[in-house]
């Protein structure tokens, strides 16, 4: 069985996308500290979106420091697993997001991309503890959640399917196909329309 339903193929498009290299962090202590404010400043304003457009900037600036916080060796190690899902060398992908959390265990990107391929493999119970390391090191990551919610369904639990990609919605309410994939996903937990 092969996770590539709905949001597993959008959400991996997104992070298979190369991150913007010219946004580096700022040297120094305090880029991790501004890098984290920048953060919560962006994720509090994305439910706040007036539309699409602004939302859509807003979760991209969100995703480009969640990359921008890897190292320059976890970065390369991320960009070469990226390159291996792309070429569906899924397993390849693996040893270098495993390789990347060994350098940096905190990475968020690390630890969602390596869900991705674990998912890709087959292997969906590892690809859901990643997900859930996502979700304790950033707990509003919407794209964990989605890729989660779409985990979930595909091994049959709509409930949880949908409780995910309810608390992916909160955070970010205009994501594309959300309206949809709630409207689905409702029906299939509760056998009717919301």
Request: glycine share 4%; charged share 20%; hydrophobic share 50%.
């Amino acid at each position: 069985m092969r996770a590539a339903p709905f949001l597993l193929a959008s959400a991996l498009a997104v992070t298979l996308a190369p991150h913007d290299a010219g946004a580096q962090p700022a040297a120094g202590p305090a880029a991790p500290e501004a890098r984290r404010a920048q953060l919560d400043r962006l994720l509090d304003a994305l439910p706040n979106a007036p539309d699409e457009d602004i939302a859509a900037a807003v979760a991209a600036q969100i995703r480009n420091l969640w990359a921008q916080a890897a190292s320059p060796a976890v970065t390369l190690l991320l960009e070469r697993g990226r390159r291996n899902l792309r070429s569906e060398a899924a397993a390849d992908a693996v040893e270098d997001f495993d390789a990347a959390l060994v350098l940096q265990p905190d990475c968020v990107q690390a630890w969602l991309l390596r869900a991705q391929a674990l998912a890709e493999t087959g292997d969906f119970a590892a690809a859901m503890r990643d997900l859930r390391q996502v979700l304790t090191l950033e707990p509003r990551h919407f794209t964990a959640l989605a890729v989660l919610s779409g985990l979930q369904e595909q091994l049959g639990d709509t409930e949880d399917a949908l409780r995910s990609m309810q608390e992916a919605v909160a955070i970010y309410p205009r994501m594309p196909g959300a309206e949809e994939r709630l409207r689905k996903l409702y029906q299939a937990a509760h056998g009717q329309g919301i």
